[in-house]
């Protein structure tokens, strides 16, 4: 019977590096000069200080711009609100999200069960979900409808099997 799963994840690596590149621009862009901006890859998220928060913005589109070049969804990223850090500075953190948590998981089951395909069955297995049909063209209409719909965090359809 044909099935796939519907995961969510990223890679470490490629994030290690958008983080170590985008810090490295951090340090020879004249607009950064004197703000000891920073940017930090902890486990699990990614910190993010400079000295005014307009400043921060522009560390952020720097980050951003360094991920979407390496190909990493900016949906990984769950961003927290702004603080203010010691010696006038603000700090913004930003939650690295893999896995799909069981509210994303019963959103995905109900968005393919609304594609109204018969003989479409999924279930959520651990952090994954999946689907199996016995038509493998009504499994590639509920990846084309999951792929248009927006559920907060990056989907990657894997195991596609007959």
Same mark, same amino acid.
């Given at each position: ?32 000069? /004197? ?12 910190? &993010?200080?400079?000295?005014?928060? =307009? ?18 969804? &900016? ?23 893999? /896995?799909? =948590? ?13 594609? /109204? &395909? ?33 559920? /907060?965090?990056? &989907? ?7």
């Amino acid at each position: 019977m044909p099935s796939f799963d519907i995961v969510s994840q990223f890679d470490l690596q490629e994030v290690r590096n958008a983080a170590d590149q985008a810090s490295r621009e951090v340090q020879t862009r004249f607009d950064f000069k /004197g703000t000891n901006s920073a940017v930090e890859l902890l486990d699990g998220a990614i910190r &993010l200080e400079s000295s005014t928060e =307009d400043r921060l913005t522009a560390l952020v589109v720097v980050l951003e711009e360094k991920l979407v070049r390496r190909k990493v969804s &900016l949906k990984t990223l769950d961003w927290g609100g702004v603080e203010e850090a010691s010696g006038a500075r603000v700090r913004q953190v930003a939650k690295l999200q893999a /896995g799909i =948590d069981s509210d994303k998981a019963k959103a995905i089951n109900k968005a393919i069960k609304d594609v /109204g &395909l018969k003989g479409i069955q999924s279930q959520t297995q651990g952090d994954q979900v999946r689907v199996t049909s016995k038509k493998r063209d009504a499994l590639q209409e509920v990846i084309a409808s999951l792929k248009s719909a927006d559920f /907060g965090i990056p &989907l990657q359809f894997e195991n596609f099997r007959d």
